[in-house]
């Protein structure tokens, strides 16, 4: 248990409509990753936050945004769905600073993502 | 631009060590190399992570070449519970930073 969970494990969605996925980073974790993992794309990054604010950017679709929380809670929100954005999408959190060349990332069990 | 060369699948006999090679010789002198192992769909998982010295945890050893343009990962003794893809990343030493994952190397440990 890596300690960063992810809600809901499974979502089952139409074309066109929009959903939110929701990550919780492990205790003391100001950052948050979120990556999609297709079959034909691989482990993509998709965007980070730092303490409430984006912090970097990777290939996030225009469809996609994401927010973190006071909290540090993180949601990505999905919209205008396609069939191709069927994925595993992961969480990761990470204390995220420097000390001593430590500053591995924590994976959350994944939001398995299906739309019909 | 991927920074690594990974073999795309290995096999390795359980209770034998599994050496995984990565090429990575673009690596710049502020990079680490780390490694991670995703098992089935869960979520990836940090393994290991070295800058020019070797490494060693409770989970596996990370050797670096002198030129840094290599390393290899040992799982010392592979059980059936180590078949995953593992994953050999290189990034700069901030921690804010993303993980850019490549193909990566499935590793299927036999009995």
């Known amino acids: 248990d890596s300690g960063v969970t992810q809600t809901p494990k499974h979502l089952i969605t139409a074309t066109g409509q929009r959903v939110t996925l929701r990550c919780s980073p492990r205790s003391g974790d100001l950052s948050v990753y979120w990556y999609q993992q297709s079959l034909d794309q691989g482990l993509q990054f998709l965007i980070q936050y730092y303490n409430g604010e984006e912090r970097a950017k990777g290939n996030i679709l225009e469809r996609f945004s994401a927010q973190q929380f006071p909290d540090l809670h993180s949601e990505l929100n999905l919209s205008s769905l396609e069939l191709g954005d069927s994925a595993l999408y992961f969480c990761a959190s990470s204390v995220d600073h420097f000390v001593g060349g430590r500053g591995e990332q924590f994976f959350g069990p994944g939001t398995r993502l299906t739309v019909l | 631009d991927a920074k690594t060369t990974q073999p795309p699948s290995m096999d390795c006999a359980e209770g034998r060590a599994a050496n995984l090679p990565c090429n990575h010789s673009?690596?710049?002198?502020?990079?680490?190399v780390y490694w991670y192992r995703q098992i089935h769909s869960q979520g990836p998982q940090y393994i290991i992570h070295?800058?020019?010295n070797n490494e060693t945890n409770e989970m596996a050893s990370l050797i670096i070449t002198e030129d840094r343009k290599s390393s290899t990962l040992i799982l010392p003794h592979a059980t059936l519970r180590d078949t995953a893809v593992y994953y050999c990343i290189v990034r700069e030493g901030n921690a804010g930073n993303m993980l850019t994952f490549g193909g990566g190397t499935r590793l299927m440990v036999k009995p």
């Open positions: 673009t690596i710049s002198g502020n990079e680490y």
């Open positions: 070295g800058l020019k």
